[in-house]
């Protein structure tokens, strides 16, 4: 199924900006009302205390299956890129359950560390709870962005669990966070847009959990590398950003085997995610990758109707 924007649509920062933001943004709360009416909130808890958050809304004709979606880092339930997929796969027959990863979202009372991006432990546990609650013959995972990176990741930690997936999917995920971090760090745009969403969250976690204020001197770092190098020894096991960093790269060490099907959609117009990164990704049986030239990131805008390909490819896929 190719994908070829019209030619106002082919640059890649009009394609990413333009996905998340703007009239996009008001055109999907829009297409989405009939989603949002049918949800519902739900509380998960996880082990060691934790609780995840999300919102569930079923289908009322013989669902298709369930899809579990992950938004990116600093997005949300209704991120645009996610309600439109969430939308879109919900008209087409299937319940949909829109999980908040810690701390993003209206959830930065649940749980008083931070996020990290290396708590794979607690989303596994979410996503048993969920099937757990909403059983289901027919189960699908899809993340975008940093989602991506986790679903990822969940495709190959699930054969000491009860998760049932049939397939996988990951749009855009950045496959070396480093590079990626990089590639915001010199970016005008996407570092002042990046800090300013972990800055923000930030202080609604001082807020809530005041002993959170000795550390709020870690923002004063102004590119996303020097403020990781900051943030990662005060609230990890890690060293350094590097050695985090390194936790989730999806390379041969991370993903040493897949237990379920797990496609990978990347554009190579990614301003976020760099294309070189491909190179790392170990030959698996059940990993597949699928790049398009064009569609920035987690844009894949197909029209002046602002409608995405990626919606349409995620259905084709879990069809």
Request: proline share 6%.
């Amino acid at each position: 199924m190719s994908y070829t924007p019209p030619i106002g649509l082919r640059n890649a920062h009009i394609n990413t900006i333009l996905g998340s933001n703007g009239p996009r943004k008001l055109l999907i709360k829009l297409r989405s009302r009939t989603l949002q009416k049918q949800s519902r909130e739900v509380l998960l808890p996880c082990r060691n205390s934790v609780q995840l958050h999300g919102e569930y809304t079923s289908h009322p004709n013989p669902s298709r299956g369930l899809v579990i979606l992950i938004h990116g880092w600093e997005g949300c339930s209704t991120s645009s890129y996610l309600l439109s997929t969430a939308s879109y796969l919900y008209a087409k027959g299937f319940s949909v359950f829109r999980l908040h990863l810690r701390d993003h979202g209206p959830t930065h009372h649940l749980n008083k560390e931070p996020f990290l991006a290396i708590r794979l432990d607690e989303v596994l546990d979410a996503i048993e709870q969920i099937q757990e609650k909403f059983p289901n013959d027919n189960n699908y995972l899809v993340g975008y962005s940093l989602g991506g990176n986790i679903a990822a990741r969940v495709a190959a930690n699930i054969d000491q669990r009860t998760i049932q997936l049939k397939q996988v999917i990951a749009v855009c995920p950045p496959i070396d966070p480093k590079k990626a971090g990089e590639a915001i760090r010199y970016s005008l745009v996407y570092n002042r847009y990046f800090i300013g969403k972990w800055r923000k969250s930030f202080r609604k976690k001082m807020q809530l959990f005041p002993e959170h204020r000795e550390n709020a001197d870690v923002f004063d770092h102004g590119d996303l590398i020097s403020l990781h190098e900051a943030f990662v020894p005060r609230y990890s096991n890690h060293p350094d950003a590097t050695s985090y960093f390194k936790a989730y790269t999806l390379d041969k060490h991370i993903l040493k085997k897949m237990d379920v099907p797990c496609h990978l959609i990347l554009a190579k117009d990614d301003p976020v995610v760099p294309i070189e990164s491909l190179r790392l990704l170990p030959k698996l049986d059940r990993l597949t990758v699928e790049t398009t030239p064009y569609g920035g990131h987690c844009g894949f805008l197909k029209n002046y109707q602002l409608h995405a390909w990626v919606d349409e490819r995620i259905e084709q896929l879990l069809d």
